[in-house]
C-alpha cells in the first residue's frame, strides 16, 4: 500500500499546529515542501484568516483561532480518507514503549555536564527511531521530515554540538521528539494520557 498523500495545505497548517510558532527558515525543513509550496499556502492561508505572522524575538508564522478549527477539519478529512490508523497506532505504541528511557537519558544529559555515554547509547538506538520515522512515512506522506530530521540532529550531536541533544528551539533531538510524539497523539486523535507522561 502506497503512503496516503497528504496534501500541502494541511501540511502547513499541521507543522504550525504542533510548533506553535516557526520561521520562514525552518518551514522546508519542518514541512519537507518546497519554498514556492510553502509561500503559496502560507500567502492563501493568511488571506483567509488561518495564519499570520509574528515579529520580534520569536518571529514566525502560527495558527489563528479560525486555524486551528481549519486544521482541524483537514486532519479528520485525512483519518478518514487515509485510513491508516493501525499503522500510525503501531509505531505510535513502539514510540512510546521508547518514550521513557528517552526522557531519563534526557534528564541525565542535562544534570551530568553532558557524559559522552548519553550519544553513544542515543547513538545506539537510533536505528530503532529511524525504523519508527520510516513506517510513519510509508504510511502517510507528512510523516517524511522526520527521518532526517532526527539524523541531523544526531549528526551535530556526534559533532560536537551540545544544544543538539536537548537545546528547545533549535532542531535538537528531544525537540523532533517532542514535536513527533504531538503528531502522533494529533494523528490518532488521542489525548494524552499517564502511559504518554512515562
Not at 8 to 21: D, E, N, S, Y
Not at 109 to 121: E, G, I, K, N
Not at 157 to 162: F, N, S, T, V, Y
Request: charge should be negative; proline fraction near 5%; aromatic fraction near 6%.
Amino acid at each position: 500500500m502506497a503512503p496516503f498523500p497528504s496534501s500541502p495545505t494541511l501540511v502547513v497548517l499541521h507543522t504550525l499546529r504542533i510548533a506553535g510558532r516557526a520561521p520562514n527558515p525552518t518551514l522546508p525543513e519542518l514541512t519537507g515542501l518546497a519554498v514556492d509550496v510553502i509561500d503559496s499556502e502560507l500567502t492563501a492561508a493568511a488571506a483567509d484568516g488561518h495564519v499570520c505572522h509574528h515579529d520580534g524575538i520569536i518571529a514566525g508564522w502560527s495558527l489563528t483561532a479560525d486555524g486551528r478549527l481549519r486544521h482541524a477539519d483537514l486532519l479528520a478529512d485525512e483519518r478518514s480518507l487515509a485510513n491508516r490508523d493501525a499503522q500510525v497506532s503501531g509505531a505510535y505504541d513502539d514510540f512510546i514503549a521508547l518514550n521513557g528511557w528517552f526522557k531519563t537519558l534526557c534528564t541525565e544529559w542535562q544534570l551530568h555536564d553532558h557524559p559522552p555515554s548519553c550519544v553513544r547509547r542515543l547513538s545506539d538506538r537510533h536505528h530503532e527511531v529511524d525504523t519508527i520515522a520510516h513506517r510513519l512515512s510509508d504510511a502517510i506522506t507528512r510523516f517524511g521530515p522526520y527521518s532526517d530530521r532526527f539524523a541531523e540532529a544526531l549528526i551535530r550531536l556526534r559533532a560536537g554540538d551540545g544544544d543538539a541533544f536537548t537545546k528547545p528551539l533549535t532542531g535538537s533531538y528531544h525537540d523532533v521528539w517532542m514535536h513527533l510524539h504531538e503528531d502522533l497523539l494529533l494523528t490518532l486523535h488521542r489525548r494524552r494520557t499517564e502511559t504518554d507522561e512515562r
